[in-house]
């Protein structure tokens, strides 16, 4: 694993004339990377124990509703996937720059996900409710991470039905339904997000 240098988890508290403030989070260096928050950091071990390519900020785009730069990218995923991080409870397609960029990608048969944190415990454990973190909202429909029949291919669909990843793998099935194969819990996913949830990134630990 990349050495990940030491960042206090804190914020900075920055004060307005109206008395409210605005916290921003400080940096967090990891796999030879200085992510803007400590969940864009969590967020990249996530995918790395998924066995998952990322791009950390490859690419910039000019929009007409302004500049914008995607979090990752993700190559192997979905012909070409663009995520933007986010905490849970953070609605975002308000944002006419993520609608726009969006619109974009999908013209370009890509996707664009907003992924709210990490797959919870809830997440992985029970019924997921569209709210849920670790539900990757998309402008139509939110998705899920999930697992292809055969375990070897990760991908991100609606309502985690695995059935429709691409799977190159020879051998690999789909359910008997051949439209579903639910596995937004699959083992894979829970143990990526729990090694997520774990890291440390103080003292030169690896994540």
């Given at each position: 694993m990349p050495q990940a240098v030491d960042m206090p988890l804190m914020l900075h508290a920055y004060p307005h004339s109206d008395n409210s403030v605005t916290l921003q989070a400080l940096e967090t260096r990891a796999y030879g990377h200085r992510f803007r928050s400590r969940l864009e950091a969590r967020y990249a071990v996530f995918l790395t124990e998924l066995g998952v390519r990322w791009q950390y900020e490859p690419e910039g785009f000019a929009l007409k509703a302004g500049p914008y730069l995607p979090d990752f990218?993700?190559?192997?995923?979905?012909g070409g996937t663009w995520l933007e991080i986010k905490p849970h409870g953070a609605g975002s397609f308000w944002d006419e720059r993520l609608m726009e960029f969006a619109q974009r990608v999908e013209s370009s048969n890509q996707s664009f996900f907003i992924a709210y944190g990490i797959p919870s415990r809830q997440f992985l454990e029970g019924w997921v409710?569209?709210?849920?973190?670790?539900?990757l909202d998309a402008i139509v429909d939110p998705h899920m991470w999930c697992i292809c029949?055969?375990?070897?291919?990760?991908?991100?669909?609606?309502?985690?039905?695995?059935?429709?990843i691409d799977c190159k793998h020879a051998g690999c099935t789909k359910s008997s339904h051949g439209d579903k194969g639910y596995s937004h819990n699959h083992w894979r996913i829970a143990l990526a997000a729990e090694a997520a949830r774990t890291a440390r990134f103080e003292h030169g630990e690896a994540p």
């Open positions: 990218f993700l190559p192997d995923v979905n409710e569209y709210e849920a973190e670790g539900i029949r055969c375990g070897k291919t990760p991908g991100i669909q609606f309502d985690g039905r695995s059935d429709r």
